[in-house]
């Protein structure tokens, strides 16, 4: 076994191989960005070295020299599944823990690997030439052959949208892998995503781990992953375990790594390969709790060149998991990205929390920002059973806390109550078929628990200055009726007359906690404040709070006005300062945690403002540019 590992990566992943290091005794070398030097997983390793970027592979195999270190685990994401880092660690004489070069390369190119599958008797998704595409049966998926997690993917409803999707699928693809590369291939509307894990050894020996099923997307990206499958028969998993494997052992592989499925969901038979994620995936949690495996531990154990000792007879299989990511996402604003300090975090953890895990990188005053990818935390649970699983994830995601951000926790748990996911009938197009879950608390709730917890917090903070009062007192004459104009989410302002608010009892419970009863019935809230934002939450949901109405009237804005919707980088500008165009034109494009927006002309008419060009950092709602309809 290694003395001392360097982890090339960052955030909740970075913090997971850690733990694994420290159980085993094994020294962990951390690398940071200047903008991470102060994250949890630089403080809790045993030395960290600071690098430009966690894409430079020659800073990051110089960290391995200046550490000492004989081994490194790239996590998954940035070079995980890149075989240049796999080279340059073996010329360096640095163990890579994941699989060889040729083969990381092999599964790594989707094309290659769908070969190699249909060499292994592995069924696959019909592919299409581009002139093919022009007259296949439609709808069609277009695929960065390179990478993966959802990016460079555009589904195609007919022939017509075809080069936008070719070209927007590319730009993505580049961005994201360094590689613009595409193919295109038959599109399942209504399918499940099932998966297979795998692990290999030097010796000859390939197990897989039984399937996870990961239907529950948005946009190509993986909301809710479990194991096992709901749907899958005993049958089944051994066949989809031994195709697994024999793709595995076509391609050579060492290491863990994870064969992708898609299948017709009226029919599981008829299932096809999609492709081979050469790394350790997001979702590994899941697996790790019914088989009782560390799967980290035995990548550094094979990738030290130890035989697995475990035949596949001897995997065994227990209870149900499933796993929720918590992402950095406003779910009310069809999920565009998030940004901003942690004001507030409790994870959920303690007493009545048997069975769950939580794999996260944040704590207050983290700042989570558009650069890396959304995902801010995920919450793992399991029970003897799937209806088991279901109730501890949802009990856990209610005791979570996270304010100062908005993320999809109070989503999910809406997600988890549908009647399709507790009964297990869910397919990768479900989330978009799905009405949004109606919010637990109207907006009155919301901004009324806002200001209790508001004027509490100035009550114990025992003001003596008059100007601090928000009862209506005034220097002389009579006391002046008092009304807040509270904004829940940027919505339309809601009109409170604190008078009204002695209806409701209030008392602290901790830092940044209150209890509010009204109406008989108590519910525990939290409290932060960010200058004029008040973020309050409730039941592992949380909102923004702002007290002006003339906020919410901005960032609805004028009919003309293309304001941004999420924070991030402008990428493209398709119009100018005095051009003509016509509603549903493209204007700006944004980019955003690698995934593209397009704000198009909310009408026909002239573009009197723009006032951002391409580079530009942009912020939530700033002003981008104007079209004017003709008078």
């Given at each position: 076994m290694f003395e001392t590992v360097l982890i090339a990566n960052r955030g909740e992943i970075a913090r997971r191989v850690i733990r694994t290091l420290d159980r085993l005794g094994i020294r962990s070398v951390a690398v940071y960005s200047p903008a991470d030097r102060h994250a949890p997983h630089v403080r809790e390793a045993d030395e960290a070295v600071a690098v430009g970027s966690y894409l430079d592979i020659d800073e990051i195999v110089t960290a391995c020299r200046r550490a000492g270190a004989q081994a490194l685990h790239p996590g998954y994401g940035f070079l995980s599944e890149n075989p240049a880092l796999a080279r340059a660690c073996a010329t360096a004489g640095v163990v890579f823990v994941g699989p060889p070069p040729e083969a990381g390369e092999l599964m790594g190119d989707k094309l290659r690997a769908k070969e190699l599958a249909m060499a292994a008797g592995l069924p696959v998704v019909p592919t299409f030439t581009e002139t093919q595409a022009r007259t296949a049966p439609y709808p069609l998926l277009v695929k960065a052959a390179a990478g993966g997690g959802g990016r460079g993917m555009r589904v195609v409803h007919r022939a017509a949208d075809l080069d936008a999707a070719l070209a927007s699928a590319r730009r993505e693809a580049h961005a994201g892998f360094g590689d613009d590369r595409v193919f295109i291939e038959r599109f399942l509307p209504r399918a499940r995503h099932l998966e297979v894990q795998v692990i290999a050894d030097a010796h000859g020996t390939v197990l897989h781990l039984g399937e996870r099923e990961c239907s529950l997307q948005r946009r190509h990206q993986k909301v809710m992953e479990e194991s096992p499958s709901p749907a899958v028969s005993p049958p089944l998993r051994a066949t989809l375990g031994d195709e697994a494997v024999a793709l595995a052992r076509a391609a050579g592989y060492v290491n863990a790594g994870t064969v992708e499925f898609i299948a017709d969901f009226d029919d599981l038979a008829e299932h096809y390969f999609l492709e081979c994620n050469a790394r350790l995936q997001v979702e590994h949690p899941v697996t790790e709790m019914v088989t009782g495996l560390d799967l980290v531990e035995l990548q550094?154990?094979?990738?030290?060149?130890?035989?697995?000792?475990?035949?596949?007879?001897?995997?065994?299989?227990?209870?149900?998991?499933?796993?929720?990511?918590?992402?950095?996402?406003?779910?009310?604003?069809?999920?565009?990205?998030?940004?901003?300090?942690?004001?507030?975090?409790?994870?959920?953890?303690?007493?009545?929390?048997?069975?769950?895990?939580?794999?996260?990188?944040?704590?207050?005053?983290?700042?989570?920002?558009?650069?890396?990818?959304?995902?801010?935390?995920?919450?793992?649970?399991?029970?003897?059973?799937?209806?088991?699983?279901?109730?501890?994830?949802?009990?856990?995601?209610?005791?979570?806390?996270?304010?100062?951000?908005?993320?999809?926790?109070?989503?999910?748990?809406?997600?988890?109550?549908?009647?399709?996911?507790?009964?297990?009938?869910?397919?990768?197009g479900l989330i978009e078929r799905l009405e949004l879950p109606v919010a637990p608390f109207s907006d009155e709730q919301i901004a009324q628990a806002a200001a209790l917890m508001t004027l509490a917090a100035r009550h114990d903070e025992r003001s003596d200055d008059p100007f601090d009062r928000a009862d209506g007192w005034r220097l002389a004459g009579r006391r002046a009726p008092s009304w807040w104009p509270l904004s829940v989410g940027g919505g339309a302002p809601v009109e409170l007359r604190l008078d009204d608010l002695g209806l409701h009892e209030i008392e602290r419970t901790g830092d940044g906690s209150w209890a509010i009863?009204?109406?008989?019935?108590?519910?525990?809230?939290?409290?932060?404040?960010?200058?004029?934002?008040?973020?309050?939450?409730?039941?592992?949901?949380?909102?923004?709070?702002?007290?002006?109405?003339?906020?919410?009237?901005?960032?609805?804005?004028?009919?003309?006005?293309?304001?941004?919707?999420?924070?991030?980088?402008?990428?493209?500008?398709?119009?100018?300062?005095?051009?003509?165009?016509?509603?549903?034109?493209?204007?700006?494009?944004?980019?955003?945690?690698?995934?593209?927006?397009?704000?198009?002309?909310?009408?026909?008419?002239?573009?009197?403002?723009?006032?951002?060009?391409?580079?530009?950092?942009?912020?939530?709602?700033?002003?981008?540019?104007?079209?004017v309809a003709p008078s």
């Open positions: 550094l154990r094979v990738a030290g060149g130890e035989p697995l000792g475990l035949s596949q007879d001897e995997i065994r299989f227990a209870g149900h998991a499933i796993e929720a990511r918590v992402n950095a996402e406003d779910a009310a604003r069809d999920f565009l990205p998030s940004a901003g300090r942690v004001l507030a975090y409790r994870r959920p953890a303690g007493p009545g929390m048997a069975g769950v895990r939580v794999d996260d990188a944040i704590e207050p005053f983290t700042e989570i920002d558009t650069a890396y990818d959304s995902l801010v935390a995920k919450v793992i649970a399991h029970g003897a059973d799937r209806a088991a699983a279901l109730a501890r994830l949802d009990h856990a995601l209610a005791r979570m806390t996270l304010l100062g951000v908005t993320t999809t926790a109070g989503y999910l748990r809406g997600l988890l109550a549908t009647d399709e996911v507790r009964s297990g009938q869910i397919d990768t009863t009204s109406a008989g019935e108590r519910r525990e809230w939290s409290y932060a404040v960010d200058g004029d934002l008040i973020w309050v939450g409730c039941d592992g949901h949380a909102w923004s709070v702002r007290r002006s109405a003339a906020a919410a009237a901005q960032a609805a804005g004028a009919d003309g006005d293309l304001r941004a919707p999420m924070p991030g980088q402008v990428l493209l500008v398709h119009a100018a300062a005095g051009d003509q165009v016509r509603a549903g034109d493209p204007v700006v494009v944004l980019e955003s945690m690698k995934m593209e927006l397009v704000l198009a002309a909310p009408m026909d008419g002239e573009v009197t403002e723009l006032n951002v060009a391409v580079g530009d950092r942009v912020a939530l709602d700033q002003p981008l540019a104007r079209v």
